[in-house]
Protein backbone atom coordinates (compact mmCIF):
# COMPACT_ATOMS: atom_id res chain seq x y z
CA UNK A 1 0.00 0.00 0.00
CA UNK A 2 0.96 3.65 -0.62
CA UNK A 3 1.73 5.26 2.81
CA UNK A 4 2.48 8.75 3.84
CA UNK A 5 3.74 9.50 7.53
CA UNK A 6 3.45 13.33 8.22
CA UNK A 7 5.72 13.58 11.29
CA UNK A 8 9.07 12.02 11.52
CA UNK A 9 10.03 11.67 15.13
CA UNK A 10 9.75 8.51 17.02
CA UNK A 11 6.40 7.62 16.07
CA UNK A 12 6.48 8.80 12.47
CA UNK A 13 9.84 7.47 11.00
CA UNK A 14 9.76 4.57 13.42
CA UNK A 15 6.33 3.18 11.95
CA UNK A 16 7.07 4.79 8.42
CA UNK A 17 10.94 2.59 8.42
CA UNK A 18 8.93 -0.79 10.23
CA UNK A 19 5.98 -0.39 7.27
CA UNK A 20 8.14 0.21 4.66
CA UNK A 21 9.91 -3.13 5.52
CA UNK A 22 7.15 -5.20 5.25
CA UNK A 23 6.54 -3.94 1.77
CA UNK A 24 4.41 -0.96 1.39
CA UNK A 25 5.69 2.14 -0.82
CA UNK A 26 5.85 5.16 2.53
CA UNK A 27 7.05 8.76 2.06
CA UNK A 28 7.80 10.42 5.25
CA UNK A 29 6.63 13.85 5.59
CA UNK A 30 8.58 16.53 8.00
CA UNK A 31 8.61 20.57 6.78
CA UNK A 32 12.44 20.58 8.63
CA UNK A 33 14.06 20.12 5.38
CA UNK A 34 17.62 19.87 7.15
CA UNK A 35 15.84 16.53 8.68
CA UNK A 36 14.65 15.13 5.39
CA UNK A 37 18.38 15.73 4.06
CA UNK A 38 19.92 13.95 7.45
CA UNK A 39 17.63 11.16 6.58
CA UNK A 40 18.18 11.12 3.19
CA UNK A 41 21.53 10.59 3.67
CA UNK A 42 20.94 7.35 5.75
CA UNK A 43 21.34 9.68 9.17
CA UNK A 44 18.99 9.13 11.47
CA UNK A 45 18.13 12.50 13.81
CA UNK A 46 17.04 9.80 16.82
CA UNK A 47 18.35 7.27 19.22
CA UNK A 48 16.78 4.23 18.55
CA UNK A 49 18.76 0.81 18.46
CA UNK A 50 18.42 -0.57 15.08
CA UNK A 51 16.49 1.91 13.33
CA UNK A 52 19.55 3.30 10.60
CA UNK A 53 20.53 0.01 9.30
CA UNK A 54 16.60 0.02 8.45
CA UNK A 55 16.11 3.13 7.09
CA UNK A 56 19.28 2.69 4.55
CA UNK A 57 18.03 -0.56 3.85
CA UNK A 58 14.28 0.80 2.45
CA UNK A 59 16.22 3.93 1.41
CA UNK A 60 18.09 2.14 -1.35
CA UNK A 61 15.15 -0.60 -2.36
CA UNK A 62 13.31 2.48 -3.01
CA UNK A 63 10.49 1.52 -0.56
CA UNK A 64 11.23 4.56 1.54
CA UNK A 65 10.89 7.97 1.07
CA UNK A 66 11.56 11.66 2.42
CA UNK A 67 9.93 14.76 1.46
CA UNK A 68 9.26 17.82 2.70
CA UNK A 69 6.63 18.64 0.32
CA UNK A 70 2.82 17.82 2.32
CA UNK A 71 0.63 18.36 -0.58
CA UNK A 72 2.15 16.27 -3.53
CA UNK A 73 2.78 12.99 -0.81
CA UNK A 74 -0.15 13.49 0.62
CA UNK A 75 -2.11 12.99 -3.34
CA UNK A 76 0.35 9.90 -3.70
CA UNK A 77 -1.01 8.14 -0.73
CA UNK A 78 -4.23 6.09 0.01
CA UNK A 79 -3.25 6.10 4.00
CA UNK A 80 -1.96 9.28 5.62
CA UNK A 81 -0.97 8.37 9.21
CA UNK A 82 -0.85 11.91 11.47
CA UNK A 83 2.50 11.46 13.74
CA UNK A 84 2.75 15.32 15.16
CA UNK A 85 3.87 15.72 18.36
CA UNK A 86 1.09 16.48 20.83
CA UNK A 87 2.91 17.92 23.41
CA UNK A 88 1.56 19.35 27.26
CA UNK A 89 0.02 22.44 26.31
CA UNK A 90 2.58 25.27 28.64
CA UNK A 91 1.10 25.76 31.90
CA UNK A 92 -1.94 23.51 31.80
CA UNK A 93 -2.17 19.56 31.56
CA UNK A 94 -4.03 19.27 28.53
CA UNK A 95 -2.76 18.41 24.76
CA UNK A 96 -1.53 20.91 22.65
CA UNK A 97 -3.16 19.75 19.28
CA UNK A 98 -2.24 22.78 17.30
CA UNK A 99 0.39 20.60 15.26
CA UNK A 100 -2.21 17.88 14.24
CA UNK A 101 -5.31 20.39 13.57
CA UNK A 102 -2.60 22.42 10.92
CA UNK A 103 -1.58 19.13 9.32
CA UNK A 104 -5.33 18.55 9.07
CA UNK A 105 -6.37 21.51 6.99
CA UNK A 106 -3.19 20.82 4.80
CA UNK A 107 -4.41 16.98 4.47
CA UNK A 108 -7.96 18.46 3.64
CA UNK A 109 -6.44 20.33 0.87
CA UNK A 110 -5.13 16.97 -0.75
CA UNK A 111 -7.99 14.20 -0.77
CA UNK A 112 -8.25 14.00 -4.85
CA UNK A 113 -9.21 10.29 -4.29
CA UNK A 114 -10.91 8.00 -1.19
CA UNK A 115 -8.19 8.30 1.41
CA UNK A 116 -7.72 7.18 5.11
CA UNK A 117 -6.33 9.62 7.35
CA UNK A 118 -5.01 8.34 10.52
CA UNK A 119 -4.00 9.41 14.23
CA UNK A 120 -0.87 7.67 14.92
CA UNK A 121 0.03 10.18 17.47
CA UNK A 122 -1.43 10.26 20.65
CA UNK A 123 -4.32 12.42 20.87
CA UNK A 124 -7.26 12.77 23.01
CA UNK A 125 -10.72 11.91 23.00
CA UNK A 126 -12.64 13.05 20.25
CA UNK A 127 -9.72 14.41 18.49
CA UNK A 128 -10.72 11.96 15.66
CA UNK A 129 -14.12 13.70 15.62
CA UNK A 130 -12.48 17.45 15.54
CA UNK A 131 -10.27 16.12 12.63
CA UNK A 132 -13.45 14.67 10.32
CA UNK A 133 -15.31 18.33 10.63
CA UNK A 134 -11.84 19.89 9.51
CA UNK A 135 -11.82 17.65 6.62
CA UNK A 136 -15.54 18.11 5.73
CA UNK A 137 -15.06 21.48 5.28
CA UNK A 138 -13.47 21.11 2.02
CA UNK A 139 -14.63 17.07 1.01
CA UNK A 140 -17.73 15.20 1.34
CA UNK A 141 -17.62 12.48 3.98
CA UNK A 142 -17.47 9.58 1.26
CA UNK A 143 -14.16 10.59 -0.05
CA UNK A 144 -11.96 9.45 3.12
CA UNK A 145 -12.38 8.32 6.71
CA UNK A 146 -10.47 9.34 9.77
CA UNK A 147 -9.10 6.31 11.91
CA UNK A 148 -7.62 6.11 15.22
CA UNK A 149 -4.73 3.49 15.30
CA UNK A 150 -2.60 4.23 19.02
CA UNK A 151 1.30 3.12 18.66
CA UNK A 152 2.11 1.45 21.52
CA UNK A 153 6.46 1.99 21.32
CA UNK A 154 8.47 1.96 23.99
CA UNK A 155 11.80 4.30 23.33
CA UNK A 156 14.94 2.26 22.87
CA UNK A 157 12.53 -1.09 21.84
CA UNK A 158 10.42 0.42 19.17
CA UNK A 159 11.27 -1.57 16.39
CA UNK A 160 10.68 -4.94 18.27
CA UNK A 161 7.45 -3.39 19.65
CA UNK A 162 6.63 -2.52 16.54
CA UNK A 163 7.47 -5.90 14.79
CA UNK A 164 5.77 -8.09 17.61
CA UNK A 165 3.33 -5.56 19.16
CA UNK A 166 0.93 -7.33 21.78
CA UNK A 167 -2.13 -6.16 19.88
CA UNK A 168 -2.92 -3.99 17.28
CA UNK A 169 -5.91 -1.38 18.06
CA UNK A 170 -7.82 -0.12 14.88
CA UNK A 171 -10.31 2.78 15.57
CA UNK A 172 -12.92 3.22 12.79
CA UNK A 173 -16.51 4.32 12.80
CA UNK A 174 -16.77 2.61 8.80
CA UNK A 175 -16.23 -0.82 7.23
CA UNK A 176 -14.11 -0.08 4.12
CA UNK A 177 -11.09 1.77 6.11
CA UNK A 178 -11.71 -1.04 9.05
CA UNK A 179 -11.45 -3.42 5.67
CA UNK A 180 -8.04 -1.58 4.46
CA UNK A 181 -6.23 -0.81 7.98
CA UNK A 182 -7.07 -4.82 9.14
CA UNK A 183 -5.00 -5.37 5.43
CA UNK A 184 -2.41 -3.44 5.68
CA UNK A 185 -1.44 -4.51 9.36
CA UNK A 186 -2.41 -8.48 7.43
CA UNK A 187 1.51 -9.15 7.85
CA UNK A 188 1.80 -8.70 11.65
CA UNK A 189 -1.57 -10.33 12.33
CA UNK A 190 -0.35 -13.45 10.48
CA UNK A 191 2.75 -13.41 12.71
CA UNK A 192 0.40 -13.79 15.81
CA UNK A 193 -0.25 -9.85 16.43
CA UNK A 194 -3.49 -9.53 18.34
CA UNK A 195 -6.39 -7.43 16.27
CA UNK A 196 -8.82 -5.62 18.26
CA UNK A 197 -11.35 -3.27 15.90
CA UNK A 198 -13.57 -1.22 17.66
CA UNK A 199 -15.23 2.59 17.39
CA UNK A 200 -12.43 5.33 17.01
CA UNK A 201 -13.18 7.17 20.42
CA UNK A 202 -12.79 3.97 22.06
CA UNK A 203 -9.33 3.62 20.17
CA UNK A 204 -8.01 7.18 21.34
CA UNK A 205 -9.12 6.34 24.81
CA UNK A 206 -7.52 2.83 25.14
CA UNK A 207 -3.83 4.55 24.57
CA UNK A 208 -4.62 7.10 27.15
CA UNK A 209 -5.89 4.23 29.20
CA UNK A 210 -2.69 1.83 28.46
CA UNK A 211 0.17 4.76 29.79
CA UNK A 212 -2.08 5.91 32.89
CA UNK A 213 -2.06 2.11 33.91
CA UNK A 214 1.64 1.28 33.21
CA UNK A 215 2.24 4.87 35.11
CA UNK A 216 0.21 3.56 37.97
CA UNK A 217 2.10 0.12 38.06
CA UNK A 218 5.20 1.49 38.41
CA UNK A 219 4.10 4.22 40.81
CA UNK A 220 2.38 1.29 43.16
CA UNK A 221 5.73 -0.43 43.09
CA UNK A 222 7.44 2.71 43.92
CA UNK A 223 5.30 3.04 47.19
CA UNK A 224 5.50 -0.50 48.21
CA UNK A 225 9.29 0.03 47.72
CA UNK A 226 9.24 2.80 50.74
CA UNK A 227 7.49 0.79 52.44
CA UNK A 228 9.78 -1.93 51.82
CA UNK A 229 12.95 -0.22 53.25
CA UNK A 230 11.33 0.67 56.29
CA UNK A 231 10.45 -2.80 57.12
CA UNK A 232 13.65 -4.73 55.82
CA UNK A 233 11.62 -6.07 53.07
CA UNK A 234 13.41 -6.68 49.82
CA UNK A 235 10.71 -5.39 47.23
CA UNK A 236 11.56 -7.25 44.43
CA UNK A 237 10.25 -10.30 46.18
CA UNK A 238 7.22 -8.38 46.47
CA UNK A 239 7.30 -8.01 42.41
CA UNK A 240 7.99 -10.96 41.93
CA UNK A 241 5.24 -12.24 44.76
CA UNK A 242 2.51 -10.14 43.03
CA UNK A 243 4.02 -10.34 39.61
CA UNK A 244 3.15 -14.62 39.35
CA UNK A 245 -0.53 -13.24 39.80
CA UNK A 246 -1.27 -13.71 36.30
CA UNK A 247 -4.02 -11.43 36.56
CA UNK A 248 -1.16 -8.75 37.65
CA UNK A 249 1.73 -9.79 35.60
CA UNK A 250 5.18 -9.29 36.50
CA UNK A 251 6.14 -6.00 33.74
CA UNK A 252 6.30 -2.85 34.91
CA UNK A 253 6.86 -3.79 38.93
CA UNK A 254 10.79 -2.29 38.83
CA UNK A 255 10.91 0.05 41.90
CA UNK A 256 12.93 3.01 40.40
CA UNK A 257 13.49 6.83 40.95
CA UNK A 258 10.36 8.08 39.33
CA UNK A 259 9.19 7.33 35.74
CA UNK A 260 9.69 9.83 32.91
CA UNK A 261 10.38 10.22 29.53
CA UNK A 262 8.10 11.93 26.59
CA UNK A 263 4.54 9.72 27.14
CA UNK A 264 4.05 8.59 30.76
CA UNK A 265 4.23 12.45 32.34
CA UNK A 266 2.01 14.24 29.38
CA UNK A 267 -0.55 11.39 28.74
CA UNK A 268 -1.61 11.33 32.58
CA UNK A 269 -1.91 15.27 32.33
CA UNK A 270 -3.72 14.59 29.40
CA UNK A 271 -5.93 12.02 30.50
CA UNK A 272 -6.90 13.85 33.70
CA UNK A 273 -7.66 16.83 31.15
CA UNK A 274 -9.80 15.18 29.13
CA UNK A 275 -12.08 13.55 31.63
CA UNK A 276 -12.50 16.84 33.91
CA UNK A 277 -14.20 18.47 30.20
CA UNK A 278 -16.57 15.84 30.66
CA UNK A 279 -17.03 16.50 34.65
CA UNK A 280 -15.64 13.02 35.66
CA UNK A 281 -12.51 13.13 38.11
CA UNK A 282 -9.85 10.42 37.49
CA UNK A 283 -8.44 10.91 41.46
CA UNK A 284 -6.40 7.62 41.06
CA UNK A 285 -4.52 9.15 38.35
CA UNK A 286 -4.58 12.19 40.01
CA UNK A 287 -2.65 10.85 43.17
CA UNK A 288 -0.75 8.60 40.48
CA UNK A 289 0.90 12.09 39.26
CA UNK A 290 1.26 13.55 42.50
CA UNK A 291 2.93 10.60 44.29
CA UNK A 292 5.64 10.34 41.25
CA UNK A 293 6.23 13.99 41.23
CA UNK A 294 7.02 14.11 44.92
CA UNK A 295 9.47 10.78 44.68
CA UNK A 296 12.34 13.12 43.62
CA UNK A 297 12.00 14.76 46.26
CA UNK A 298 11.74 12.15 48.73
CA UNK A 299 14.86 10.59 47.07
CA UNK A 300 16.79 13.83 47.60
CA UNK A 301 16.25 13.33 50.92
CA UNK A 302 17.42 9.57 51.16
CA UNK A 303 20.68 11.03 49.29
CA UNK A 304 20.81 14.22 52.37
CA UNK A 305 20.20 11.28 55.12
CA UNK A 306 23.22 9.48 53.01
CA UNK A 307 25.16 12.42 53.01
CA UNK A 308 24.68 12.91 56.71
CA UNK A 309 23.02 16.55 56.06
CA UNK A 310 26.31 17.40 54.13
CA UNK A 311 25.45 17.93 50.55
CA UNK A 312 28.00 21.36 49.95
CA UNK A 313 31.04 20.77 48.46
CA UNK A 314 30.34 16.98 47.99
CA UNK A 315 31.52 15.41 44.97
CA UNK A 316 28.21 13.23 43.40
CA UNK A 317 28.41 11.75 40.11
CA UNK A 318 25.59 10.60 38.07
CA UNK A 319 26.30 7.31 36.13
CA UNK A 320 23.52 7.77 33.29
CA UNK A 321 20.91 10.99 33.36
CA UNK A 322 18.53 9.80 30.17
CA UNK A 323 14.80 8.73 31.29
CA UNK A 324 15.87 5.10 30.98
CA UNK A 325 18.25 2.98 29.16
CA UNK A 326 19.09 2.28 25.39
CA UNK A 327 17.60 6.13 24.92
CA UNK A 328 19.26 9.65 24.91
CA UNK A 329 15.38 11.08 25.82
CA UNK A 330 16.16 13.60 29.17
CA UNK A 331 12.07 14.20 28.58
CA UNK A 332 10.65 14.40 32.38
CA UNK A 333 13.61 12.49 33.55
CA UNK A 334 14.40 12.50 37.27
CA UNK A 335 18.06 13.80 36.96
CA UNK A 336 16.35 17.09 35.42
CA UNK A 337 14.91 17.02 39.13
CA UNK A 338 17.41 15.79 41.19
CA UNK A 339 20.84 17.58 39.44
CA UNK A 340 19.53 20.65 39.81
CA UNK A 341 18.34 20.13 43.21
CA UNK A 342 22.04 18.98 44.12
CA UNK A 343 23.51 21.82 42.62
CA UNK A 344 22.17 24.80 44.34
CA UNK A 345 22.81 23.06 47.56
CA UNK A 346 26.51 23.28 46.72
CA UNK A 347 26.84 19.94 45.49
CA UNK A 348 30.16 19.14 42.73
CA UNK A 349 28.31 17.04 40.51
CA UNK A 350 29.87 15.07 37.36
CA UNK A 351 27.97 12.81 35.00
CA UNK A 352 28.37 9.71 32.60
CA UNK A 353 25.49 8.73 30.17
CA UNK A 354 26.73 6.50 27.42
CA UNK A 355 24.87 8.79 24.86
CA UNK A 356 26.92 11.45 25.33
CA UNK A 357 26.68 14.85 27.14
CA UNK A 358 23.56 16.79 27.54
CA UNK A 359 22.10 20.67 26.34
CA UNK A 360 19.64 20.22 29.62
CA UNK A 361 23.02 20.43 31.75
CA UNK A 362 24.72 22.69 29.92
CA UNK A 363 23.77 25.84 32.29
CA UNK A 364 23.95 24.03 35.88
CA UNK A 365 26.37 25.27 37.72
CA UNK A 366 29.14 23.05 39.27
CA UNK A 367 27.91 20.46 36.84
CA UNK A 368 30.25 19.01 34.51
CA UNK A 369 29.74 16.01 31.42
CA UNK A 370 32.85 13.26 31.91
CA UNK A 371 33.64 10.79 28.80
CA UNK A 372 34.04 7.58 30.55
CA UNK A 373 33.13 5.84 34.01
CA UNK A 374 36.77 5.42 35.08
CA UNK A 375 36.72 9.70 35.35
CA UNK A 376 33.50 10.08 36.52
CA UNK A 377 33.46 8.16 39.80
CA UNK A 378 37.78 9.03 40.92
CA UNK A 379 37.16 10.90 44.39
CA UNK A 380 33.83 10.79 43.97
CA UNK A 381 32.02 11.28 47.66
CA UNK A 382 28.44 9.47 46.07
CA UNK A 383 27.67 7.50 42.87
CA UNK A 384 24.50 7.59 42.06
CA UNK A 385 23.23 4.73 39.51
CA UNK A 386 20.59 6.87 37.71
CA UNK A 387 19.93 4.88 34.35
CA UNK A 388 19.73 1.16 33.87
CA UNK A 389 22.74 0.90 31.23
CA UNK A 390 24.04 -2.34 30.47
CA UNK A 391 27.49 -0.32 30.34
CA UNK A 392 27.22 -0.17 34.21
CA UNK A 393 26.29 -3.44 35.05
CA UNK A 394 29.19 -5.09 35.67
CA UNK A 395 31.62 -2.20 36.44
CA UNK A 396 34.59 -3.00 38.93
CA UNK A 397 34.12 -0.14 41.86
CA UNK A 398 36.82 -1.83 43.29
CA UNK A 399 39.35 -1.51 41.09
CA UNK A 400 37.74 2.41 40.36
CA UNK A 401 38.38 3.54 44.15
CA UNK A 402 41.52 2.63 44.59
CA UNK A 403 41.78 6.01 46.52
CA UNK A 404 38.85 6.42 48.01
CA UNK A 405 35.85 4.27 48.91
CA UNK A 406 32.94 6.28 47.49
CA UNK A 407 29.04 5.47 48.76
CA UNK A 408 26.86 3.79 46.23
CA UNK A 409 23.11 4.87 45.63
CA UNK A 410 21.82 2.26 43.10
CA UNK A 411 18.62 4.17 42.04
CA UNK A 412 17.99 1.42 39.65
CA UNK A 413 18.97 -2.24 41.65
CA UNK A 414 21.24 -3.40 39.16
CA UNK A 415 23.64 -4.36 41.63
CA UNK A 416 23.95 -7.12 44.53
CA UNK A 417 23.69 -5.24 48.13
CA UNK A 418 25.71 -8.45 49.27
CA UNK A 419 28.70 -8.23 46.92
CA UNK A 420 28.77 -4.58 46.93
CA UNK A 421 29.17 -4.11 50.91
CA UNK A 422 31.63 -7.63 50.98
CA UNK A 423 33.69 -5.19 48.38
CA UNK A 424 33.88 -2.55 51.42
CA UNK A 425 31.32 -0.40 49.97
CA UNK A 426 28.32 1.61 51.80
CA UNK A 427 25.89 0.51 49.35
CA UNK A 428 21.98 2.10 49.29
CA UNK A 429 19.37 0.78 46.97
CA UNK A 430 15.03 0.96 46.13
CA UNK A 431 13.21 -0.81 48.58
CA UNK A 432 16.03 -3.26 49.86
C1 LIG B 1 5.85 4.15 27.20
C2 LIG B 1 4.98 2.91 27.01
O1 LIG B 1 5.65 1.78 27.57
C3 LIG B 1 4.75 2.66 25.52
O2 LIG B 1 3.89 1.56 25.35
C4 LIG B 1 4.10 3.92 24.93
O3 LIG B 1 3.86 3.76 23.55
C5 LIG B 1 4.99 5.12 25.16
O4 LIG B 1 5.26 5.29 26.56
P1 LIG B 1 8.41 4.79 27.05
O5 LIG B 1 7.93 6.09 27.64
O6 LIG B 1 9.32 4.81 25.89
O7 LIG B 1 7.10 3.89 26.61
O8 LIG B 1 9.18 4.02 28.19
P2 LIG B 1 8.87 2.84 29.21
O9 LIG B 1 9.78 1.74 28.92
O10 LIG B 1 7.43 2.57 29.27
O11 LIG B 1 9.31 3.54 30.62
C6 LIG B 1 8.65 4.72 31.03
C7 LIG B 1 9.24 5.13 32.37
O12 LIG B 1 8.88 4.18 33.38
C8 LIG B 1 10.77 5.20 32.37
O13 LIG B 1 11.18 6.32 33.14
C9 LIG B 1 11.18 3.90 33.04
O14 LIG B 1 12.43 4.02 33.71
C10 LIG B 1 10.04 3.72 34.04
N1 LIG B 1 9.84 2.33 34.45
C11 LIG B 1 9.42 1.42 33.52
C12 LIG B 1 10.02 1.98 35.78
O15 LIG B 1 10.40 2.81 36.61
N2 LIG B 1 9.79 0.69 36.16
C13 LIG B 1 9.38 -0.25 35.27
O16 LIG B 1 9.19 -1.40 35.67
C14 LIG B 1 9.20 0.11 33.90
Redesign the pocket.
Known sequence: MKLCMIGTGYVGLVSGVCFSDLGNDVICVDKDLDKIQLLQNGKVPIYEPGLSELVIKNYKNKRLKFSNDLKKSVIESDIIFICVGTPTKKGSSSADLSQVYNVAKEISKSINKYKIIVTKSTVPLTTGDEIEKILQKKNKKNKFSVVSNP??????EAIR?FTYPDRIVIGSNDKRSSKLMKSLYNPLISKGAQFLLTQRRAAELIKYA??SF?ATK?TFINEIANLCEQTGINVEDISIGIGLDKRIGG????A?PA??????PKDTKAIVSTAEKFKINLSLVKSVIKSNKDRSKLLLNRINKILNKKIRNKKITFLGVT??ANTDDMRDSSSLVMIPFLSKKGALIKYYDPTGSKKELEKIKNVSYVDSIKKAVESSDLVILHTEWNDFKSINFKSLSKRKKFIIYDMRNIYSPNKIKNQGFKYFSIGR
Request: charged fraction near 30%.
Open positions: EFLREGDSNLIRFLRGYGGSCFFK
